[in-house]
């Protein structure tokens, strides 16, 4: 926050820049309320490491069961089943945990930013200058309390799962090389032996889905943006005819502005109705990819099982390690 000069209530010539939001926010990790930061950071990233962990269980799990069922172990399914319903309750109980934890980082972090800045806004009576100064600075309350509460949630939930995500596909694409091996593809009444095939299906699976869903997804952009410009165009009529039902009155003028209002309704209602069929291909995208997604990689590995490459197990293991890189 600026100081201002006291007998003019103006800013200073020589006033330091503002600093940037990193540069205010993320000394939380380095000065008086590190231990806590890093204490809850380390939690997080843990859980977040085990979480990812009982996926790879829940994963190996698949290869062990689908092959005790391809050789009829039947004595061996019970014990299968009470560990798959172990890696459900772990699973569910780390989730819990990290949720709480995950939550709690941002109560601190934005504890500890809120003091900060109150602290500012209090120290060298800069709250009574920010009052009688010229220039932008409405509502400072409101950027401690709601900018700050809208600022933060999103980089940790990011941040999260951005480091999830990128664990879990490093460690599926592993299982995809290690499990999967080589796929082999006919090619002009030949077989090619593609190295790390399911690799290389999986990347390309993602990026077709990626270009269909920007291609389908982008005109949603600007149906939403005509929708939010009828919304305004509606509220702007609405409150028009308030402010003016005396001069509407005198004139007797109620069928003219039915009539722009009927208009107005009706345009936005078009606008609804381009949002539902961009939203209707894109549901459509995301009901087809639902259904192929975890049959694709069957259908590819298929030949390689039937070969006897590759027992039902590691085929469905690398099923579901195809999907987890999807997701």
Known sequence: MADTDETTGAAPEDTAPTPSFAA?????WRGEARAAAWRLTATVAALVVANVAVLYAVNRWNKTFFDALEH??????????????????????????????RIGLQAEWRRWLTGALVDRWLDDRNYYKLEVASGDFDNPEARLSEDLKQ??????DMAVGLFNALLAAATFIGVLALV???????VAGATLS???GF????????????????????????????????????????TRVRESAESIALVQGEA???????????????????IARNHGRITALINVNSVLL??????????????GAMSLGELMQTAAAFVQVQL
């Open 151 to 156: 600022s933060l949630a999103p980089i940790v």
């Open 199 to 238: 690799v290389a299906l999986a990347a390309l699976y993602a990026a077709a889905m990626s270009t269909l869903t920007w291609v389908i997804g982008r005109p949603l952009i600007a149906a939403v943006e005509d929708t939010n410009a009828a919304e305004a165009s509606l509220r702007f009529e609405l």
């Open 180 to 186: 999967g091996g080589t796929l082999d593809a006919p």
């Open 72 to 101: 009829k172990q039947v004595g061996a399914i019970g014990t299968l089943v009470a560990v798959f319903v172990g890696l459900v309750a772990v699973g569910g109980l780390i989730n819990l945990v990290l949720a709480r934890q």
């Open 24 to 28: 205010v926010a993320l000394p939380f």
């Open 294 to 307: 975890p049959v694709a990689p069957l259908l590819f590995g298929a030949p390689k099982y039937m070969s």
């Open 256 to 274: 003219e502005e039915k009539r722009r209002l009927s208009d107005t309704i009706a345009s936005l209602a078009a606008t609804i109705w381009g």
């Open 194 to 196: 593609i190295p790390f």
